[in-house]
């Protein structure tokens, strides 16, 4: 136990460090300047200043002080209040997508592990290759041109942007959950494989055991503490494609607020500056960084709770 | 080859993309240009003009995007380009990640690095990073963006491939025939030749090659918003404006139109990320067939008849009989200096805080005439204590003693090259490689060293002498238990070692096939006086000995000689 709290506080530990650096790199100043060459062209450049480092970083902590919090967005609001908000709506998508892709992950791994006689293996596994391979902006697309298509043909609307109603939640969900859960299956299919290999699994099967519980009991537990080693890669893979189902699906949740709060720009005037919204980006950034800390300390509990010998411990 | 479809589909796939890649220009309707058109004239009058994006049609195959440019044109003109970027990160980040995994997989301080590596650049989503890093002024307004973004990648990439071959590294560390390597006394260059390399070689390729396929992903999911790494920032002429340009045609760069009216002109980014994907389905499919290939392989599916490691292998044009070998030891005899003498050893393994004694002060030592044998229950430190003698272990404690040279202090180069002149060893469980046939098994301590007799007619001398002339070209999988031992025992022989160290090497036979071993074990011992420690849990083998050592909880309890033997030194 002991050695689990130290774990979760070197993570904590090491969260801070990187929480710091971040915040440090969002606070870079942000000025540039503008000169006109030889042949009487702008030329715009950028040139660090301590002093304006130093500027920034004051600055958010005296609003830090006068706010008691992380300040106040460019659209007038305490950042928690807009922490809040967006949060609720996309953990709304988070989690769900997270037990989905777990679940039909899994289930398709055992799919493909089962049946892996000549066609099985083809069709099975081609499957999870193509689902692979399917990045998650293109599914989108392709199923948002089918639906387009097909509600030209007589298909009931279905509202495909937004926020507000089921149909949204239920499609950012499916589109979040769909690239991980053929990961989780290749991880699953070839863990099971693994497994096979194992004397016990042999003597399971030597003594008779049923081949369902093969499967379920000896298989698919063992493999367990490997699933459990990639997933933190799935937590990483899901909050990536959070910004991208966001983006395409009009969705109001973290990715988006936060890719808003960065103005990226395209194009600028001579002498423009390169502001952000300093508060707003924090305040989302240290959220996805916490939602990454919840993740790893679930990641280390579960750790924990699987380890055989603190199994042995308690016998 | 033929049945596995992922390599085929794989193969295929990316010969069409290296097509593409190589003859694109000339591929038909391909404008190599790839010019804009502001406007093209309607099919019903020259009034009707008809602005971009334009739809797919008999001009524009798969539509033309916001500039007019014919998107088919641009696809296939932007395969090079694309592939350039993605190949070029994917082969710098293996370039360094190589060499820090394999580094990693030696020297703990490393692989601190690397864990330390990966849990700082692991933990945030890369694609953050990388829309964090591009905004900043600095890599804005730099000329050398695309190389600063390039390496940003590079880094965030590094640490993870750097684990995968750390990984694979240790796999090959931890397995059997590696052991047998090492025993064998393979030095460390042809260690790497023979076991490392050709065992994770295949790995990395497939693992290099579905990376590839991950980078495009990730340069598609910042193509959305509008990041590209051929992206310089520039003053065009006649605009007060300064702008990002790409400088080349990439695939991603059709998703960013997608971010207004997706539903007015959905062809745009439909067919660039088609593209992605499609590259990415048959690199993830190459990547899955060598792996399944060299899976195959392994298990002996597959057969070359010559593997490629072997081609350029010359053997010595120095000719000597090997029926010379038995005569020579004759010749030699026993003498004094035929001694392995323990002194005050122990071992320990520190643990979860628990040190476990394996061995305690042990004295003993070991005359090569004698025919000895180690017994005692599981677990009593037997096999540690045969690992010491061969070196392949160092004592916590004591000296070993081999022809009154100390073993124990000896270098890496020194150590193999001591284990390959004076010991072979014998496993329980073989250690046979399982791609290499029975002679290129016998031959595989030889590999990287200079000997002055034909590498090849040793191997096959000795498998005619332990039976097995007919199965020389046989894979340890078409040979049963016995057969795979006696490969083994030729393998240990193959450079007349003065000591054959034997670990239950009859624990996996029948009766009938652990007879064989042990009177060949016997016969080297009689005939040709090499020093044999054997353990065994038989006792009836035990009793046919000269000399019978029982070890209980890591201590000698008892020393018994059997055959009287008045030269007997050291007991």
Not at chain 1, 225 to 248: R, W
Not at chain 2, 24 to 32: E, F, R, S
Not at chain 2, 485 to 503: G, T
């Amino acid at each position: 136990m002991l050695r689990l709290v130290i774990r979760l506080l070197g993570s904590l530990l090491l969260w801070c460090c990187i929480s710091i650096i971040l915040v440090l790199i969002i606070l870079f100043p942000r000025d540039t300047g503008t000169y006109r060459d030889d042949s009487n062209r702008d030329v715009m450049y950028y040139q660090f200043k301590w002093e304006s480092y130093k500027e920034n970083i004051r600055n958010y902590l005296d609003v830090v002080k006068k706010y008691k919090g992380l300040g106040k967005t460019d659209r007038d609001q305490p950042v928690e209040t807009e922490l809040k908000y967006y949060f609720k709506k996309s953990i709304i998508i988070l989690l769900p997508a997270l037990l989905l892709s777990i679940f039909m992950g899994i289930c398709k791994g055992i799919l493909d592990y089962k049946f892996r006689g000549k066609f099985g293996r083809f069709f099975w596994r081609g499957a999870t290759w193509l689902g692979q391979s399917v990045p998650d902006f293109f599914l989108i697309f392709l199923v948002q041109t089918l639906l387009f298509i097909g509600m030209r043909h007589g298909l009931p609307r279905i509202d495909m942007y937004g926020d507000d109603k089921l149909s949204n939640v239920l499609l950012a969900i499916f589109f979040l959950s769909m690239y991980p859960a053929f990961v989780i299956a290749r991880y699953t299919c070839q863990a099971m494989e693994e497994e096979e290999e194992q004397d016990y699994i042999k003597t399971a099967r030597a003594k008779g055991v049923p081949e369902r519980a093969v499967l379920m009991r000896h298989m698919l537990r063992n493999c367990l503490p490997k699933l459990h080693q990639h997933f933190m890669v799935i937590v990483l893979t899901l909050l990536s494609g959070m910004f991208v189902v966001e983006l395409l699906t009009s969705y109001h949740g973290i990715g988006t607020r936060l890719i808003t709060a960065m103005h990226i720009k395209y194009s600028i005037m001579p002498g423009e500056p390169l502001p952000i919204d300093t508060s707003a980006v924090i305040g989302f950034s240290l959220l996805i960084l916490v939602m990454l800390l919840m993740a790893q300390w679930l990641e280390q509990i579960i750790a924990y709770i699987l380890n055989p010998k603190r199994r042995r411990i308690r016998l | 080859m033929r049945k596995i479809p992922s390599l085929w589909i794989g193969i295929i796939g990316c010969g069409f993309f290296a097509i593409i890649f190589f003859f694109g220009p000339y591929l038909p309707k391909v404008d190599p240009e790839v010019p804009t058109h502001p406007y093209v004239v309607g099919p019903k009058s020259n009034l009707d003009y008809m602005m971009p994006p334009f739809p797919p049609n008999s001009q524009f195959i798969l539509g033309s995007d916001k500039q007019g440019r014919d998107i088919y044109s641009a696809l296939i003109m932007g395969t090079r380009s694309t592939l350039e970027i993605v190949i070029s990160v994917s082969l710098i980040t293996f370039l360094l990640g190589i060499p820090f995994g394999v580094v990693a997989a030696h020297w703990r301080i490393v692989k601190k690095i690397l864990h330390a590596w990966n849990y700082l650049f692991s933990r945030i989503p890369v694609f953050l990073c990388m829309v964090f890093l591009s905004t900043i002024p600095f890599f804005v307004f730099t000329p050398n963006r695309p190389f600063w973004l390039m390496g940003y990648l590079v880094i965030f990439e590094l640490g993870k491939v750097g684990e995968v071959v750390r990984k694979s590294v240790e796999l090959i560390q931890k397995s059997t025939y590696y052991e047998a390597g090492i025993l064998a006394g393979t030095k460390r260059f042809g260690l790497w030749r023979r076991y490392y390399w050709s065992g994770c070689y295949p790995q990395w390729l497939a693992y290099f090659i579905q990376h590839i396929g991950s980078i495009l992903f990730l340069l598609g999911q910042l193509g959305l918003f509008g990041i590209f790494l051929s992206q310089v920032f520039v003053h065009p002429e006649m605009s007060p404006k300064f702008e990002f340009q790409n400088n080349a045609l990439v695939w991603p760069m059709f998703l960013f139109d997608v971010i207004i009216d997706f539903d007015a002109f959905p062809w745009v980014p439909l067919y660039g990320s088609l593209f992605i994907t499609l590259s990415m389905f048959f690199f993830v499919s190459l990547g899955e067939g060598i792996l399944e290939y060299h899976l195959r392989k392994q298990r002996g599916l597959i057969v070359q008849r010559r593997p490629f490691l072997f081609r350029s292998q010359k053997f010595s044009t120095k000719q000597q009989s090997a029926s010379n070998f038995s005569v020579l030891l004759e010749e030699k005899g026993n003498s004094i200096k035929d001694l392995i003498v323990l002194e005050d050893i122990s071992k320990d393994y520190p643990g979860d805080g628990v040190i476990t004694k394996v061995l305690e002060s042990i004295n003993i030592s070991f005359e090569k005439g004698v025919f000895t044998t180690i017994i005692g229950p599981s677990g009593s430190g037997k096999s540690t204590l045969l690992s010491l003698i061969g070196a392949l272990d160092k004592p916590t404690k004591g000296n070993i003693y081999f022809e009154r040279e100390i073993i124990t202090n000896l270098k890496n180069r020194r150590l193999a090259n001591f284990r390959f002149e004076k010991i072979g060893f014998i496993f329980q469980q073989f250690h046979l490689l399982p791609t290499l046939t029975a002679m290129e098994n016998v031959m595989c301590p030889l590999f990287t060293r200079k000997v002055d007799y034909s590498k090849k007619e040793r191997a096959i001398e000795l498998l005619d002498e332990m039976g097995l002339k007919d199965k020389v070209h046989a894979l340890p999988s078409q040979l049963s238990g016995g057969q795979q031992q006696r490969v083994a025992i030729a393998r240990a022989l193959v450079h007349r070692p003065e000591w054959i160290l034997a670990d239950e090497p009859t624990g996996n036979l029948d009766s009938e096939s652990s007879k064989i071993v042990f009177d060949l074990l016997k016969k080297l011992n009689k005939e040709n006086g090499i020093g044999i420690i054997l353990i065994t849990h038989d006792p009836n083998l035990a009793k046919q000995t000269d000399r019978i050592v029982e070890i209980k909880d890591g201590k000698i309890v008892s020393d018994t000689l059997q055959t009287c033997k008045e030269d007997i030194v050291g007991l």
